[in-house]
């Protein structure tokens, strides 16, 4: 994970707090897009290098994305990115899908018209991929509509907790694209944003938490479904 000079320049920060989350959100990425592949080992001394900081705010940041899941501490090796598994994961997305219901319900915000142009302008951008999909685009189109879903609610803690729950599972969606389909994850997903876009053009804002948690149970059943082809055929190839 080498550094350079451009790297280097962006990551100087006006404080310590900012230093942390530019590192955390860059770490945070990387990890979700798959750049640092699951079993991988994370240097304090290199990524310190990287982001031209000291080890202390470098350590911080893996101990959070370790509270998080993303990483683990081994013993006499280091730090370790974890490796996502759909089994692990069930009662994370049973979790998610009852706290999606709660978006439109607590401390829910208007939005503006700039805010709306911002979903339309996601669907566009899903209109074009679409003609030449790939599978980091479209977790890059993911995280980008999350982060306006985010919005739609006040209440602090529940944007908290959705955030993490979120990067906890989206790698298992990267993982397991090239058998879900990217076509058809990529004209789901649409659908969706189109959903909620009509639901917040009349301010309908409870509509959109159910929105929210049917496609994230249908993702849920997709996955689970390929989950259950792997385990058969898992046991077809010992038998």
């Known amino acids: 994970m080498p550094g350079n000079v451009e790297t280097s320049a962006a990551f100087q920060p006006v404080s310590a707090r900012e230093r942390f989350d530019r590192i955390y959100h860059t770490l945070r990425n990387r990890i979700c897009m798959l750049e640092y592949a699951p079993s991988s080992r994370l240097s304090e001394e290199e990524l310190a290098k990287e982001f031209s900081t000291s080890r202390t705010p470098v350590r911080r940041v893996l101990a959070r994305l370790e509270s998080e899941g993303l990483v683990e501490s081994v013993h006499g090796v280091g730090t370790i990115v974890t490796d ?23 401390s829910p915000i208007p939005r ?67 058998k879900l389909g990217l076509a058809e994850e990529y004209s789901a997903f649409r659908n969706e944003m ?18 929210r948690r049917a496609h994230i149970s249908m993702s849920f059943h997709r996955m689970m479904a390929y989950a259950d082809k792997s385990e058969l055929s898992e046991e077809r190839s010992k038998a």
């Open 112 to 178: 503006s018209a700039e805010d709306l142009e911002r979903i339309r302008a996601l669907i566009a951008r899903c209109d074009e991929e679409m003609k030449n999909p790939t599978q980091k685009a479209f977790l890059h189109l993911n995280m980008a509509f999350f982060t306006e879903i985010r919005a739609f609610t006040g209440n602090l803690p529940l944007r908290e907790i959705s955030e993490r729950l979120y990067y906890q599972v989206v790698r298992v969606v990267l993982k397991m694209m090239p």
């Open 194 to 211: 189109q959903a909620v876009l009509s639901a917040a053009e009349i301010g309908d804002w409870e509509a959109i938490g159910y929105i």
């Open 84 to 106: 996502p598994d759909i089994g692990e994961l069930v009662q994370i997305y049973h979790l998610r899908m009852e706290l999606a219901l709660l978006v439109g319900k607590l």
